[in-house]
């Protein structure tokens, strides 16, 4: 690659986390990083006092150089306009977004912030890719700070249908400073269409047929790049696991019994209350399936500062104590719920000891964790995957069992499917969905967004 990388998160994952902590993402930003060398910058997760100031840390061919935010930043950037306003607008969950003119003021104010403290850090020939929705004017705050870098943008989350992004005040605004990027990058062709839409009927301008996108004075390409996976490390530590300690005693506890798995940061986006509803269901209507079925449910806790996610994480408790109360026996609990996380590797093992991954988002960009439960199977014995037509996944994964998470008794009639399902037909969708997973793998991701980012670059030269 011609040019240093530069790659601008809103957290930076720790060097000292190391590479199997690390979730799919972080992952693969630090292969490309690590090959081609480079810098990644961004929040450090702290709040406080010491905000301000520019830590580097060189490991390696990557330079992490990562700053603190105050107090306020942290409240108006991040837990306010980032993961109180765009993140459930962008999720079609409007009703849950609340608009504050001071957070968005603060929004603007750390991109701003942010993209002055990168400046001194660039070099002539750096290409910059920023990373999500926290960032969305980081383009317009570099260019205003001086920079004349290409800059790419990858959005791992939807992005709405017009009269959804209409419901966020400043979002003519968003948009026109989206379109300082050369390179805005989606999941899915419908998150695509829906930006184009939005282009064509407020902007105004046109997105053609190659991605060619006229608006706000600027020309620049959008287009989809299906985030992936490394599906031959994902098999390979689900074997090497399988023998470790919380998977033991898993099977230990199963025997015979049949597991459903899911795992999720505890968001409502993830559509774990449905889910759970949908597996109540199951149990009602199949008597002969209580003692032989178990249901894990991993959710590690994430911004436990705004308060939609309390309510959810509330509501769950309360839902996974009355399913449980309903139909445990002195020997059988139905839904294991666990608020905590594993290590990668160990969550790659227990996907292989699953019979089903239960994968069930109201909207998802891409959803990891599907992709990651089909990799980690044995292809002798494969599960098989329930997943939601809202997830970006499923654009890919067409032989899943395809679910509508709002329709319930879909839901439970796709997990007896599943639970019976014979061991041919198990066989042959998940052949059929490996194919994907190989060919639109994770560096497949990062090569065709980074060639797409280096035309742009050759275009400004
Ligand atoms: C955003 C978009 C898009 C989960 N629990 C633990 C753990 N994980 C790992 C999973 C997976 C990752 O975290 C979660 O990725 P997802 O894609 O499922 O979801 P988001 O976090 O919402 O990610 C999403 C993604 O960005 C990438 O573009 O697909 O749509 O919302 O890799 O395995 N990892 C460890 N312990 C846990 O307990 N180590």
């Keep these: 690659m011609s040019g240093r990388l530069v790659i601008v998160s809103n957290r930076v994952a720790p060097p ?7 979730g799919g993402l972080a992952v693969g930003i630090f292969d490309a990083l690590n090959k081609a060398g480079g810098l990644w910058f961004g929040w450090s997760g702290e709040v406080g006092a010491e905000a301000g100031a520019v830590k580097l840390d060189v490991r390696g061919n990557i330079t992490y150089a990562t700053t603190a935010l105050s107090r306020k930043d942290y409240d ?36 701003d912030w942010l993209a002055r403290r990168l400046i001194p850090l660039l070099r002539p020939n750096d290409l910059i890719w920023a990373h999500d929705y926290h960032l969305i004017p980081f383009a317009a705050a570099l260019r205003n700070a001086g920079s004349p870098h290409p800059m790419g943008f990858f959005l791992h989350i939807p992005f ?73 490390a994902i098999a390979e530590a689900a074997q090497r696991y399988a023998k470790r300690r919380p998977v033991t005693s898993l099977r230990a506890y199963l025997q015979h019994r ?20 949908a597996f109540e269901r199951l149990l009602q209507n199949a008597p002969e399936l209580h003692g032989n079925v178990t249901f ?9 500062d705004v308060q939609a996610y309390q309510r959810i994480r ?12 309903r139909f445990a026996q002195l020997n059988w609990t139905p839904i294991r719920y666990l608020n905590r996380k594993y290590e990668r590797n160990v969550l790659m093992a227990l996907f292989r000891a699953a019979h089903i991954g239960y994968v069930t988002p109201l909207r998802d960009g891409m959803n990891l964790v599907a992709k990651e439960y089909v990799a980690a199977q044995d292809p002798n014995d494969p599960g098989v995957l329930v997943l939601s037509q809202f997830a970006g996944a499923a654009d890919e994964l067409t032989d899943a ?12 009639d796709a997990l007896q499917t599943a639970l019976s399902m014979p061991l041919e037909q198990r066989q042959a969708r998940y052949r059929a969905m490996m194919q994907p997973l190989h060919s639109k793998n994770l560096s497949v991701w990062l090569n065709s967004f980074l060639q797409d980012l280096q035309r742009a670059a050759a275009l400004r030269a």
Excluded at 260 to 272: A, E, H, M, Q, T
Excluded at 319 to 324: T, V, Y
Excluded at 401 to 412: G, K, R
């Design 401 to 412: 069992l395809l679910v509508n998470p709002f329709d319930l008794a879909q839901m439970t």
């Design 16 to 22: 000292q986390e190391g590479y199997s902590a690390a």
């Design 258 to 277: 049949k597991l459903i798995i899911s795992v999720d940061r505890l968001d409502y986006s993830k559509g774990l209350i449905e889910r759970f509803l």
């Design 160 to 232: 709405p249908a017009t009269e959804i992004l209409r419901t966020i005040p400043p979002h003519a605004a968003l948009i026109e400073a989206l379109c300082q990027y050369d390179v805005l990058g989606f999941q899915t062709r419908t998150d695509l269409q829906a930006f184009t839409d939005y282009i064509g009927r407020r902007a105004p301008g046109t997105v053609n047929r190659s991605g060619v996108v006229h608006a706000h004075g600027r020309t620049l390409k959008a287009a989809v790049y299906p985030i992936g996976v490394y599906p031959e």
């Design 76 to 111: 108006q950037y991040y837990r306010g306009f980032s993961n109180a306003t765009l993140w459930p607008a962008f999720h079609y969950r409007h009703d849950l977004a609340r608009y504050d003119r001071q957070e968005y003021a603060g929004y603007l104010r750390v991109n």
């Design 296 to 304: 894990v449910q991993i959710a590690p806790p994430t911004r436990t």
């Design 314 to 325: 509330h509501t769950l408790e309360g839902e996974a104590g009355r399913i449980n109360g």
